[in-house]
């Protein structure tokens, strides 16, 4: 029985990050994964299929739509799903690829199998399709990282046809001519964009009064018209109840299609669909871990119960990422894991949760961290917003980017950053600089007088931060 210093359950971010933190610091490390290929659901069927399906679809609807407008003249355009998805899993294959070389040239042991708790420092691994091997193993530490899975409604659950989850929703193999998105959270409106770029009839259906939940009114207000714009139809405040079935119909040969149900103040709607994506979040995977068997307690919510330094109720297991509470964010699950490496390892891990920014890859993006102005005055804080406009960034205009705005929360009497958001074009990477900023206690003013190149989207973070004392250069 092969004997380690960790052995970790998962390879999704949070599980390789802490293998290789771990295997820097000079600990023996076993990498247990039921997939074939590492990297879990975010590289191999989530978060990068669906950034470079997003990348892709926005590429063609521009021909489509804004090519000609651009002095661009193009003819015989044409969209050929096959080619665009070959491309999507040409670069899953090359991010799994390079997950794998990292973890052999860190001297990792990959075993590809289903593993199962049989003790507080044993695992069972069961193999698990090509290349798997049953293996029992110790580990004076194990982490439990086994990500999470999508969530269905009892009443509408997935068929892998019909309904389906985002799972499935990034591997089409032809473009529906009615998709009906339940959930207009991240991965919803995401999936719905790429879609509806393509050429789908898409609605949108949130049981909340408006999509992007966690966001600011203003933000979410904005983004619900562009999207709307992008052909994109938006229904809030409606429950989703039920399904009525495809059934035949001998005068079409396509046959009548599925009618998804639901009801707003008591009216019945109804919204014909050949899918129905639901996106209505994500559950921890802990099923078969042999968690009771090892005396691993749950919460609650029925996630896996952690103190502050993610330490389980058993000494010597750990858990991070998706199965603990907090976000479940890719990005989340690597701080968990780099953290949880260097605290078995002597070290002086750090995770500051309340920094974790989120964004939704729309076009424009929405990303946020902190505090939104919102939820500040809802918690009766008494704080200063800075506000600026893409719109009169010189960058933005020449790049036709000029919708959406910066937001910057500050303290009113400290001028402390307590948070912002962001609606706009690279939303998800101007987020980092304010993020960096609060990570040291930074102010709104300590934002302003950062330099930033000229002509930049970033200058907007700028202008955002002297906005806050009524200082903004570009705007009155």
């Not at 949108?204 to 600011?216: G, Q, R, S, T």
């Not at 079935?245 to 998804?260: D, F, H, I």
């Amino acid at each position: 029985m092969d004997s380690f210093d960790l052995a970790i359950i998962g390879a999704g971010p949070g599980g390789y990050v802490c293998a290789f933190r771990a295997a820097q610091l000079g600990l023996k490390v076993a990498l247990i994964e039921k997939r074939p290929t590492l990297g879990g659901t975010c590289l191999n069927i989530g978060c990068i299929p669906t950034k470079s399906l997003l990348q892709l679809s926005e590429h063609y609807a521009w021909a489509r739509h804004h090519a000609a407008d651009s002095g661009i003249k193009l003819t015989g355009l044409e969209l050929d799903l096959a080619a665009l998805m070959k491309k999507k899993d040409a670069v899953v294959q090359k991010l799994v690829g390079g997950v794998a070389q990292l973890a052999k040239a860190r001297k990792i042991t990959v075993l590809t199998g289903h593993a199962t708790l049989t003790g507080a420092n044993t695992i069972k691994v069961d193999a698990a399709g090509p290349g798997g091997v049953s293996a029992e193993i110790t580990a004076r530490n194990i982490v439990l990282a086994s990500g999470s899975a999508p969530s269905e409604l009892s009443f509408l659950p997935f068929d892998g046809k019909t309904v389906v989850s985002s799972d499935q929703a990034v591997g089409f193999d032809a473009v529906p001519k009615r998709l009906v998105v339940v959930g207009g959270g991240a991965i919803g409106l995401e999936l719905a964009s790429v879609w509806a770029r393509l050429g789908a009839d898409v609605t949108v259906v949130e049981f909340l009064p408006k999509i992007a939940a966690n966001y600011d009114d203003d933000v979410v207000r904005l983004l619900t018209r562009l999207l709307t714009k992008q052909g994109i139809k938006i229904e809030v405040a409606a429950r989703v109840t039920g399904l009525k079935p495809p059934t035949p119909n001998l005068k079409s040969p396509e046959g009548t299609p599925a009618v998804l149900t639901a009801e707003r103040e008591g009216k019945l709607l109804e919204f014909p669909a050949d899918k129905i994506l639901v996106c209505v979040g994500r559950r921890p995977v802990i099923e078969n871990l042999g968690l009771e068997k090892a005396g691993v307690q749950l919460d609650e919510k029925k996630r896996i119960k952690v103190d502050d330094h993610l330490r389980t109720t058993v000494p010597g297991i750990w858990a991070i990422g998706d199965v603990v509470a907090g976000p479940m964010l890719a990005h989340k699950a690597e701080e968990d894991g780099a953290a949880v490496a260097e605290w078995i390892a002597g070290k002086a891990g750090h995770v500051d949760w309340n920094l974790m920014p989120a964004v939704i890859y729309t076009d424009p993006e929405l990303a946020g961290v902190g505090l939104g102005e919102d939820g500040a005055k809802a918690k009766g804080l008494d704080v200063r917003v800075g506000k600026f406009h893409f719109a009169a960034n010189g960058r933005a205009v020449a790049v036709d980017a000029a919708d959406g705005f910066v937001k910057i929360i500050a303290d009113a009497k400290t001028d402390r950053i307590l948070g912002a958001q962001i609606i706009g074009r690279g939303a998800s990477e101007l987020i980092s600089e304010v993020v960096t900023h609060m990570e040291y206690g930074g102010s709104a003013e300590d934002l302003g007088r950062t330099v930033h190149s000229h002509p930049t989207l970033s200058e907007a973070v700028k202008e955002a931060g002297l906005a806050v004392s009524k200082s903004a250069l570009h705007a009155l």
